[in-house]
């Protein structure tokens, strides 16, 4: 009976220890590989050094944690996906996407902060925004707002940038699909950008260039 008792003991132990395994892994998501940059009438000279400084982001949002808000419900209350999340950061991924796409692009020379001599521009971002919004139960969209700088030879200048794209479906997959888009998005106004306003500092010899604020929403 004892022997019995002692089987059955080992037995239930070995299912727990299985059914504990079969919790699913969590998704690890990224940008994917660089989608051919917007073609832009902008250019900036060939002698241009840009600096881009790491994006910074608050601290709740500098982890890999991936967010989404549901606006219907409870909007004050931004909540991780259990099964879901980034390879890193959303500030170290859109900072490795600034420089891949500006280094992909007409706009001149990147540096890495770390690079030797003297710089033309420094660009340096804040993450203010980025998250997977549900304004409805089946209907979401990827919303990023970053806050720009760009400091340079003769300029100083500000801008937000509030970007918007549809989720193609309700769940992370669907929020990474936006997400990425808005990424993307963000690079190419952010070059467009840099080169107008190394262009206005050329022609104007402007000592300083205001605040300004950009939106750019997709609703298709």
């Given at each position: ?104 692009s007409s706009v001149g020379e990147v540096r890495r902060v770390s690079a ?23 209907r979401s969209r990827g919303v990023l707002r970053l806050r720009a700088t ?30 990425t888009q808005c990424s993307d998005e963000l690079a190419t106004l952010i ?30």
């Amino acid at each position: 009976m004892r022997r019995l008792a002692i089987v059955i003991v080992l037995a239930a132990c070995s299912g727990c220890s299985l059914m504990g395994s079969k919790e699913p892994a969590k998704t690890d998501f990224d940008f994917g590989s660089l989608a051919t940059a917007r073609a832009s009438n902008a250019s900036m000279a060939p002698e241009a050094t840009i600096v881009v400084y790491d994006v910074t982001a608050p601290a709740w949002m500098d982890q890999s944690s991936m967010y989404y808000r549901l606006a219907y419900r409870n909007p004050a209350n931004p909540m991780p996906y259990a099964q879901s999340q980034w390879v890193m950061s959303p500030a170290l991924l859109l900072t490795q996407r600034l420089r891949s796409t500006l280094t992909a692009s007409s706009v001149g020379e990147v540096r890495r902060v770390s690079a030797e001599g003297p710089a033309l521009y420094a660009l340096r971002g804040e993450l203010m925004e980025f998250e997977q919004i549900f304004d409805q139960p089946g209907r979401s969209r990827g919303v990023l707002r970053l806050r720009a700088t760009l400091e340079g030879e003769r300029v100083w200048t500000q801008r937000t940038f509030v970007i918007e794209k549809p989720a193609p479906t309700a769940d992370a997959a669907g929020g990474v699909v936006a997400l990425t888009q808005c990424s993307d998005e963000l690079a190419t106004l952010i070059i467009e950008w840099v080169a107008a306003n190394q262009a206005g500092t050329r022609e104007a010899g402007l000592t300083a260039i205001p605040v300004e604020r950009a939106r750019a929403v997709s609703t298709r």
